[in-house]
T-cell receptor
Framework: DTAVSQTPKYLVTQMGNDKSIKCEQN?????MYWYKQDSKKFLKIMFS???????INETVPNRFSPKSPDKAHLNLHINSLELGDSAVYFC????????????FGSGTQLSVL | AQKVTQAQTEISVVEKEDVTLDCVYE???????LFWYKQPPSGELVFLIRRNSFDEQNEISGRYSWNFQKSTSSFNFTITASQVVDSAVYFCALSDIQGAQKLVFGQGTRLTINP
């Protein structure tokens, strides 16, 4: 079973559209994240949720809205997509108390045309 | 503010050579964690190691070894007898002690092992 799974793996869409990326983890972790990797491979945190509560919200446009319906899921909705949103988006999870490694999903390659 | 610098953008070596990837970090915290992740061509991020700032012992895992030196704020990664399968982008990262791992990543080093 995949520990952290995100769908879709590839997402190609037009500018101005709204899209969502879903993430689920079956590790029993209580903290989940979204990271963005740009075309130069630079990785940067966007959001983090602990027990469904938003705890990290980096400087991200309001068009990006994360939603965590429960501890095992963290979705990312993006409104009015722009060319600059093209990137790979990684979901990750960890356990708050142990501060162990992050488990990453396989990434979603978003291409905005 | 925390910062991680991987000055080597790309490294190319021939198989079986040893190679060291450099990582220099900046933080005002006295307690922090350092990580290395591997991103092979398939794209996933693979955890390699986590090191607590109080533990300066070097670590060896098979052909991989890590040298942590607080005096120079460095956490370097060495691959001995490199293999083609080691070809990947390697990221060094830093986080504080809080429960949520807000990893600050370096720019990554693209390592190519040629047969």
């Amino acid at each position: 079973d995949t520990a952290v799974s995100q769908t879709p793996k590839y997402l190609v869409t037009q500018m101005g559209n709204d899209k969502s990326i879903k993430c689920e983890q079956n590790l029993g972790h209580d903290t989940m994240y979204w990271y963005k990797q740009d075309s130069k491979k630079f990785l940067k945190i966007m959001f983090s949720y602990n027990n469904k509560e938003l705890i990290i919200n980096e400087t991200v446009p309001n068009r990006f809205s994360p939603k965590s319906p429960d501890k095992a899921h963290l979705n990312l909705h993006i409104n009015s997509l722009e060319l600059g949103d093209s990137a790979v988006y990684f979901c990750a999870s960890s356990q708050w108390t142990t501060n162990e490694k992050l488990f990453f999903g396989s990434g979603t390659q978003l291409s905005v045309l | 503010a925390q910062k991680v610098t991987q000055a080597q953008t790309e490294i190319s070596v021939v198989e079986k050579e040893d190679v060291t990837l450099d990582c220099v970090y900046e933080t005002r915290d006295t307690t922090y964690y350092l990580f290395w992740y591997k991103q092979p061509p398939s794209g996933e991020l693979v955890f390699l190691i986590r090191r607590n700032s109080f533990d300066e012992q070097n670590e060896i895992s098979g052909r991989y070894s890590w040298n942590f030196q607080k005096s120079t704020s460095s956490f370097n990664f060495t691959i001995t007898a490199s293999q083609v399968v080691d070809s990947a982008v390697y990221f060094c990262a830093l986080s504080d002690i809080q429960g949520a791992q807000k990893l600050v990543f370096g720019q990554g080093t693209r390592l190519t092992i040629n047969p």
